[in-house]
Every structure is written in structure tokens, then in C-alpha cells.
């Protein structure tokens, strides 16, 4: 049974730091993996896909890799702004299964 | 125009009711999701339905049944409610074309009172 974890649980940085959210899973025959922003009271935004066959995924100031065999991901966040401030949600698939997530790491960026 | 829709937005009712939450996608999706996010935040799914399947999580009680009257709509029921089903429901859907991507509705907070 694939279980997803997401470390911290909370980050606090002060804005314009860089930071690193962590994501791991236990099965790795996994179809891909997402990254998920969820505002207070707000449903999910999708941030970035990687699929199984990738190794990192870009857009603006994030950007999130995938070593599939070690059952890991990370996504980095360059130089933090407070409207950053969210909770982050890692989940995978594998394939047409419904998508397995974690409990998430709740950022605050600081102005 | 929005993706995945979802009403209502917020619900308030009593215990022992039966209510129901609708969704619907306008993205030509063929498989659609509910999943549950818990007081403590954590996303779980409930259903999904792929055309000609419904896949039901065991864990789910069965006084919650899904009903799809088209390939855009993915609605849920939920009978007799209880206090533990106060909840953020969410729908999502997803192209059975790559890259499996799935869009999420902007979630139904249930109050059971």
C-alpha cells in the first residue's frame, strides 16, 4: 500500500530565503507525481507534474525533482515572497489510481 | 470558465439528513474522483469513476453512494449523516490520455451540526 510522507510538517522562513519541501513514498512503481498548493479555505492548484521517466520539473521560482528509486521528492522554492505562504501537497499515482497524498507541509514566509 | 465545478460551496445541516454535493467538469475528462479531506487536512479518496466502473474504497460507508448521469458529472449523496462527515470534499477529474493529470474542484466544506 503506497504511503506518502512530507516533511516538516510546518517551515516558517523569512522572505526572500530559498527552501526545500520534502516528499517521500514507499512503493516506487509509481506513474507520476504531483505537487499541490492549497490556500486556507481554498481548494487545490496544481504546481508541477513530473512523470516516473523525468528527473525534474521547472516553472518560475519552483522547481521539483524525482529520484523515483529512492522513493523521494523535493521542491524548491528560489528567493520565498509571502504570497508563497500556503500549504503544500505532494501526491503520486500509478496511473490510473487515484492519487495518494500527503498530510502536507504548511509554509508561512514572513515579510 | 472553470474546470471542475462544484456546489455547494458551503453546507450546513443536521445529522440524520441526506444532502448531496454535484460536480461537473467541462474538460471532456472520463474519470472523475471524490476525495476527503479531514480536520486534519489529510486528502483521502473516496471514489473514482471511470466510465463504465465505479470503484468504491471499502472504507468509505455505504451511506455515501456516488451517482454519474453523464461523463461530466460526478455527484455524491450522503445519507443519514453524521457528525464525523463534516468534511472538505473535493472532485477531480482526469484524462485517461498522458500525463494523467488531475484537476481539482474548488471543494465543499460540509458542516454536520
Known amino acids: 500500500k503506497q504511503e506518502v510522507t512530507q516533511i516538516p510538517a510546518a517551515l516558517s522562513v523569512p522572505e526572500g530565503e530559498n527552501l526545500v519541501l520534502n516528499c517521500s513514498f514507499t512503493?516506487?512503481?509509481?506513474?507520476?507525481l504531483q505537487w499541490f498548493r492549497q490556500d486556507p479555505g481554498k481548494g487545490l492548484t496544481s504546481l508541477l507534474l513530473?512523470?516516473?521517466?523525468?528527473r525534474e520539473q521547472t516553472s518560475g521560482r519552483l522547481n521539483a525533482s524525482l529520484d523515483k528509486s529512492s522513493g523521494r521528492s523535493t521542491l524548491y522554492i528560489a528567493a520565498s515572497q509571502p504570497g508563497d505562504s500556503a500549504t503544500y501537497l505532494c501526491?503520486?499515482?500509478?496511473?490510473?489510481?487515484?492519487?495518494?497524498f500527503g498530510k502536507g507541509t504548511r509554509l508561512s514566509v514572513i515579510a | 470558465d472553470t474546470a471542475v465545478s462544484q456546489t455547494p460551496k458551503y453546507l450546513v445541516t443536521q445529522m440524520g439528513n441526506d444532502k448531496s454535493i454535484k460536480c461537473e467538469q467541462n474538460?471532456?475528462?472520463?474519470?472523475m474522483y471524490w476525495y476527503k479531506q479531514d480536520s486534519k487536512k489529510f486528502l483521502k479518496i473516496m471514489f473514482s469513476?471511470?466510465?463504465?466502473?465505479?470503484?468504491i474504497n471499502e472504507t468509505v460507508p455505504n451511506r455515501f453512494s456516488p451517482k454519474s448521469p453523464d461523463k461530466a458529472h460526478l455527484n455524491l449523496h450522503i445519507n443519514s449523516l453524521e457528525l464525523g462527515d463534516s468534511a472538505v470534499y473535493f472532485c477531480?477529474?482526469?484524462?485517461?490520455?498522458?500525463?494523467?493529470?488531475?484537476?481539482f474542484g474548488p471543494g465543499t466544506r460540509l458542516t454536520v451540526t
Open positions: 501526491a503520486v499515482t500509478s496511473g490510473n489510481t487515484p492519487l495518494v
Open positions: 512503493d516506487s512503481a509509481i506513474y507520476n
Open positions: 513530473i512523470q516516473s521517466s523525468q
Open positions: 474538460l471532456g475528462h472520463d474519470t
Open positions: 469513476y471511470n466510465n463504465k466502473e465505479l470503484i
Open positions: 477531480a477529474s482526469m484524462s485517461q490520455l498522458k500525463p494523467h493529470e488531475q484537476y
